[in-house]
């Protein structure tokens, strides 16, 4: 029992941190957005989300394997085996190593071909996208090789380091931002070109941390084929996971632009930052909790893992839904404040995606909890499957005449069915019940959201748009939000544990 508190006090500090880490980087990725957009213009700021979203596609291959390599590097910490450290991590590497030649050969092969011949894209500019497409592809083989490195300072639970990087990484960001007001050549290719060197400069910082902390990584060419053959078995079946999720986002993305232009990818690009930003809050909390997870279950300690994605799952959406109210009722006005000039089918774009990352939120700890399985295939083939149908779908939907936000409404609908499924399969997989869930997870969060959303809702829609109905209206919706969590939303235990951090709190303040 006391091993288990140590461990939720852990996670508890570690999500304060991420979450201080959260709120430094997403002012700045904000006020970023707002200078960038500015600086490039509309369709610049397009071009760039949309080839960059062509990068992104190859990120099929390399996101089933950084699963795989968290994974096994949490794993093997969970059964205090630290002898294979090593040999995962260096096999980690060459295999990265691997991956990024193979990524490249595709890259410029086949995606050049695509960026040139199938996009919507103006051709004065078609210069500028080709520089932009070599710099992106650079930069996210930059990053990928930074994977094994993130990955061992996650199961590491080295939150704070991680939480200093990324304010680097977003502060290299910021001054970039600014760098392109006054660049001697064109603005596009000039912003690509130092977001790559900003990458390079966080890849150097990751390599120098854990080669000085963690014994593991010290890189030495290894080639364990049993290992190597455990590790692409369980990327292979992610591989279906990795790529139902790029397919929805960077090609819905696509999409939008052969039948809409660039103008369209703008629109979904600020929704895009914004998903980034308050979807970042979820990651922290899971990023402090994933580890606890992967560990316990190695560890075999079946309850506390379940205790867990039951709390996971709530606090997950508590979390990111204080940050999104206040967003979904006054979307059209903070948009104006961001940007000023806001370009269209924005705001819905922007709530549209609230909602889906509020939905998905809840399943962040049954994905954790069937990856710390590595019994993946079927799982992988039924919900990837469903997620597939993405593509396809917005496909359809847009050839037949409807709006542009339909892509989202889609995904809304299917990550419902997703839910569904998970809880089905892990039924079987850890003995998860359905029920139980239901009842302490999904029932709870929509009694919350409902009681949370009324008063704030009636306030911003009664009231002219304002400076003064903003933070009336969003006032409300945090002090709503935090009653209706507290009351009821948390149970008679993590109430008391709230009224304790509360206490110690202002005896520590009344001391000063």
Known sequence: MSSNNDNNKRIARNT?????????TMGVSLYTS???????????????????????????LSASLSASISR??????????????????????????????????????????????????PTIRMDAANWVYQLSILTFIINLLSIPYNASIIAHERMGVFAYISILEASGKLIVAFLIISSPFDKLIFYATMICTVAVVVRIVYTYYCKKNFSECTYRFILDKQLISQMFRFAGWNFIGATSNILRDQGGNIILNLFYGPTLNAAKGIASQVNNA?????????????????????????????????????????????????????????????????????????????????????????ITAMLATGNIRNYQIIVGGLQMLNLPLSYLALKQGATPEAILIIAIIISQFCLVTRLLLLRKMIG?????????????????????????????????????????????????????????????????????????????????
């Open 432 to 512: 998860l019940s359905m029920r139980e869930f239901i009842r302490r997870v999904y029932i709870n969060i929509i009694q919350v959201g409902i009681c949370a959303a009324v008063i704030p809702s009636l306030i911003a829609t009664r009231l002219p748009e304002s400076f003064v109905s903003f933070i009336l209206s969003s006032f409300c919706a945090f002090i709503c939000t935090f009653s209706s969590v507290y009351y009821i939303g948390c149970n008679k235990k993590e109430r008391e544990l709230v009224k304790n951090k509360v206490s110690q709190l202002r005896y520590k303040f009344t001391r000063k």
């Open 16 to 24: 304060i941190l991420l979450y201080i880490r959260m709120l430094l």
């Open 72 to 121: 096994f590097i949490t794993y093997e910490l969970g059964c205090n085996q630290g002898n294979r450290l090593n040999i995962i991590f260096s096999t980690s590497v060459t295999i990265q190593i691997i991956l990024a030649c193979i990524i490249l050969i595709f890259a410029e092969s086949i995606g050049l071909w695509f960026l040139n011949y199938k996009m919507n894209l």
């Open 278 to 366: 308050i979807q970042g809050f979820a990651n922290s909390f899971m990023t402090a909790l994933d580890p606890q997870i992967t560990k316990s279950y190695a560890a075999k300690n079946q309850s506390y893992m379940l205790s867990l994605i039951y709390q996971g799952s709530r606090f997950a959406f508590y979390l990111l839904f204080f940050m999104s109210l206040p967003l979904l009722i006054n979307t059209h006005y903070i948009l104006y404040l961001w940007l000023g000039d806001i370009p269209n089918h924005s705001a819905l774009f922007v709530q549209l995606t609230l909602v889906f990352i509020l939905c998905e939120s809840i399943s962040q700890p049954l």
């Open 34 to 60: 707002r200078i960038i957009l500015k600086a490039l213009g509309v369709e610049d700021f397009g071009i760039y989300n949309v080839v960059g979203g062509v990068v992104a596609m190859f990120s099929i």
